[in-house]
C-alpha cells in the first residue's frame, strides 16, 4: 500500500507516518524535518497543493491521510483577507482537491482509504476560532458526501477530530488563547490531553479491513469533550 501523509514533519501526522505499515509518503513545509523519509515532497498546501497532487498521481496512492492544518486563534472582527484566504486553503480546499487527485486510481482498484483529520472545533464550534471551526466543519459534510459518493467502488472516506492533543501545536495553541492548561483541562470529562498514538491507532483501525463498513463518519476522539462537561 502506498500511503501519502501530510503535515507529517511532527505532532500527530508524525506519530502517524510511524505507525503505519506500507510504503509511506509524507509531506510538510519543513524539508529538514524529513530526514527518516526516501519518499517526501516540501509543499505549503496553502500556495503549493497542486504540486503535491501531481506527486499523487505520479506515485498511486492508495491511502490519504489528510492531517495537515493551520489554526487561528482570534476575534472575528480582526480577521482580515489574507488569514482567511490561507486556512481556508489549508484546511479545505487543499484536502479536497487532493482528493480529487488520488481518487481515479483508488476507483480503478475497487480499493481506497481516505482519512481527514478535523477537530471537535468543527463539531462543537469554538469561540475565537470560527475560521478553524468552519474549515475544520467543511471536512465533515464532504467526508459524509465523499462516504456515499465512493462508496460503490470500495473507498471509505471518514473524518478524526481530536480535542485537545499533547503536541507542539496543541501546546502552541494553549499559549495564544487566554485560558491555562489546567482550565482546559477542567474542560475536559477525562482530565487529560489525548495522546497522538491514540490518533495513529484509530487511523490503523479506519484503513483496515476490519473497518470496510466504516464510511462517512465524523469520529470524535477528545478525551469526553464533545459529551459535554
Not at 132 to 143: P, Q
Not at 154 to 159: E, K, M, S
Request: net charge negative.
Amino acid at each position: 500500500m502506498n500511503i501519502l501523509i501530510t503535515g507529517a514533519s511532527r505532532g500527530i501526522g508524525k506519530v502517524i507516518a510511524q505507525t503505519l505499515n506500507g510504503e509511506i509518503f509524507v509531506s510538510a513545509r519543513n524539508e529538514n524535518l524529513f530526514k527518516d523519509y526516501k519518499n517526501y515532497f516540501v509543499c505549503d498546501l496553502a500556495s503549493e497543493y497542486e504540486k503535491l497532487g501531481e506527486y499523487i498521481e505520479q506515485n498511486n496512492i492508495d491511502i490519504l491521510i489528510n492531517n495537515a492544518g493551520e489554526y487561528i486563534y482570534s476575534p472575528i472582527e480582526n480577521i482580515n483577507k489574507n488569514d482567511l484566504s490561507h486556512i481556508v486553503k489549508t484546511n479545505l480546499e487543499a484536502p479536497l482537491y487532493l482528493i480529487s487527485k488520488a481518487v481515479p486510481y483508488m476507483k480503478q482498484n475497487k480499493w481506497g482509504r481516505i482519512i481527514n483529520i478535523g477537530s471537535i472545533s468543527g463539531v462543537m464550534g469554538e469561540a475565537n476560532a470560527s475560521l478553524y471551526s468552519a474549515t475544520k466543519a467543511g471536512l465533515i459534510g464532504a467526508t459524509k458526501a465523499l462516504g456515499l459518493e465512493l462508496a460503490e467502488f470500495g473507498i471509505t472516506v471518514n473524518t478524526i477530530n481530536p480535542g485537545w492533543v499533547d503536541t507542539d501545536l496543541g501546546n502552541e495553541s494553549i499559549s495564544d488563547s487566554e485560558f491555562s492548561r489546567d482550565e482546559i483541562l477542567e474542560t475536559v470529562p477525562q482530565k487529560r490531553f489525548v495522546h497522538p498514538s491514540e490518533i495513529a491507532g484509530m487511523v490503523k483501525y479506519l484503513i483496515s479491513d476490519d473497518a470496510k463498513g466504516v464510511t462517512g463518519q465524523s469520529i470524535n476522539l477528545c478525551a469526553g469533550l464533545s459529551v459535554g462537561y
